[in-house]
């Protein structure tokens, strides 16, 4: 299983950007995939989901109506849309896959199991 995460550099706070995941060696469509983000010092934090059944997402309460995250099983990838950041966004993001399919809530991460490198993310006040 390989994840590999693009789309990372510096914006502006209020600006966007666009991160994606590809995926490689295993049955994409199975499994729900998530995005996390870190800073120095501090624990990797859960940002969103998305379940491989129905379509569902979740969000964390710091990025809901800002952050979108979509799936192309066609295309084994993921996209997490990034609007109106913060500087508090400030992170190096990984997109990482579950053991499952969906867990009804946004996991945290002892329920994944193969990570990307990441990719930094930063805002300027």
């Known amino acids: 299983v390989q994840l590999v995460e693009s789309g990372g550099g510096l914006v502006q706070a209020g600006g966007s950007l666009t991160l994606s995941c590809a995926a490689s060696?295993?049955?994409?469509?199975?499994?729900?995939i998530g995005w996390f983000r870190q800073v120095p010092g501090k624990e990797r934090e859960g940002v969103s989901c998305?379940?491989?059944?129905?379509?569902?997402?979740y969000y964390a309460d710091s990025v809901r109506g800002r952050f979108t995250i979509s799936r192309d099983n066609a295309k084994s990838s993921v996209t997490l849309q990034m609007n109106n950041l913060e500087p508090e966004d400030t992170a190096v993001y990984y997109c990482?896959?579950?053991?499952?399919?969906?867990?009804?809530?946004?996991?945290?991460?002892?329920?994944?199991?193969?990570w990307g490198q990441g990719t930094q993310v930063t805002v300027s006040s």
């Open positions: 060696g295993l049955a994409f469509d199975d499994y729900a």
């Open positions: 998305a379940s491989s059944v129905d379509g569902r997402t």
């Open positions: 990482a896959k579950a053991t499952g399919s969906d867990y009804e809530h946004l996991a945290g991460e002892y329920e994944y199991d193969y």
